[in-house]
DNA sequence: GGCAGGCGTTAAGGCTGGCTTAAGACTCGT
DNA sequence: ACGAGTCTTAAGCCAGCCTTAACGCCTGCC
């Protein structure tokens, strides 16, 4: 997933993004909130985590900004305990759910997983499927059919986005977003190469292009195939 | 098991650590309550000792504050019996066990053994299994479908965590705060040798590498090696 | 029908990270 | 003090991953 963090407290920020990447996430990261507003308003992310006290624009005022601005991407509030208050008002305003200071690296993971509806309850591991395909979002095992795969960092990125949008187009630039963040400047048909890849193991038909768009995951698509080789 | 122990009396503490580090657990040890609170939120542990008087703050807030940081740490609270008072408040607030002290070690270990819940009903020891891999967590005693063998401490430490939480991703992160809590600074491929070793024991395709993250336990590996040909 | 642009396919190169092995350091019991 | 068993360190190897680039195909447009 491509998660936005926006926190000023550095030593936290950086505890944070070490966890969140080391469970796979691209994370781009904010201390300001003026930045913040104007990144959500230009770019996808597909879960917001926001501290309330900010720099330059409070968060709660990020929060309203992007949700006046037609913004519906999850987001999840981090507050000290002493502004419980705010927190209503942080809930009115738009947020999925909201954790004190000090909270537990656990929780926020949990949190993560319910707000982005995946992973029922359970303290296990998060798993998606779409038709015949499983994918477990923490360790990135793939399942097809009963034939088991570990995917590499890219091709997991792809498939897990096709996978939480099946049957909608995923346009190449969303695609690459998921992939590199801010950090990227890729410029190659490394996406092609990658897209390749994965239709070999989940068969051709599952991953459908949408010439001079993008990719679809075709739910119903049945594989045929299961190489070997 | 990693263990914390959070004990102001030192006197007291270091008999304990050395009980605790005989029986093969990885044991950290705070004298102080604020601390405690910090590494809690922080970290992973599996079991938690925690004093009740304490330094800066007490025992009772920590455990408090641990368990609305959304931690679920089983705790096992020590109390002067002058404090049993008290003892009725600590189970409300989240504990799962609690000893007066003084106390015979062999109490704490019954203790323990019963909040982490394996070595069912009698006190007999504590085994786990996973697939055709039965590992005696007293004796460090492992056995192979009828192969068996005393593991090493550190093969120990790994295989135990790994079984404790078979098919979920164990990050190496995680695996090298159980083999070495704080002491440790190793920086080194001590981890990947170990698991070399590991697997030499237990079957190759039992332990499943998943690259850049940590390792997973495949239950359902058989110790031959895959058809698909 | 030819052309152009987008996409698919494949192979090669660089690189990272894990695997393997062997050698020394250490611990502990005898 | 010695030896067995254990842990760490280091070095080289290997595999897998990502990107790049070349080339061919398909599609749609003129």
């Known amino acids: 997933m491509r998660i936005l963090l926006v926190e000023d407290d550095h030593l936290l920020a950086r505890t944070m993004l070490d966890m969140l990447r080391q469970d796979q996430n691209t994370v781009d990261w904010l201390d300001d909130g003026q930045q913040a507003l104007t990144a959500l308003n230009n770019e996808h992310f597909d879960l917001v985590i926001l501290d309330l006290t900010l720099p330059r624009l409070d968060g709660l005022d990020v929060l309203q900004g992007a949700r006046q601005a037609g913004n519906h991407t999850p987001v999840i509030i981090l507050t000290a305990r002493a502004e419980l208050n705010e927190k209503l008002t942080g809930l009115d305003a738009g947020a999925d759910d909201y954790l004190t200071k000090p909270f537990a690296m656990a929780e926020l993971k949990a949190r993560i997983r319910a707000v982005t509806r995946r992973g029922h309850s359970a303290s296990g591991d998060a798993e998606i499927r779409v038709g015949q395909l499983r994918l477990n979002t923490s360790s990135g095992q793939l ?18 986005y096709l996978m939480r949008h ?27 190469v990658h897209i390749h890849h994965l239709r070999r193991r989940v068969g051709k038909a599952t991953i459908r292009t949408i010439r001079g768009v993008g990719y679809v995951l075709d739910p119903d698509a049945v594989t045929g195939d299961t190489p070997c080789h």
């Open 143 to 160: 399942m097809v059919g009963d034939e088991h795969a570990v995917l590499p960092r890219s091709e997991f990125q792809i498939l897990h």
């Open 166 to 192: 099946p049957g909608q187009v995923a346009t190449r630039r969303r695609l690459e977003e998921q992939l590199y963040g801010w950090d990227s400047g890729a410029e190659s048909n490394a996406l092609e």
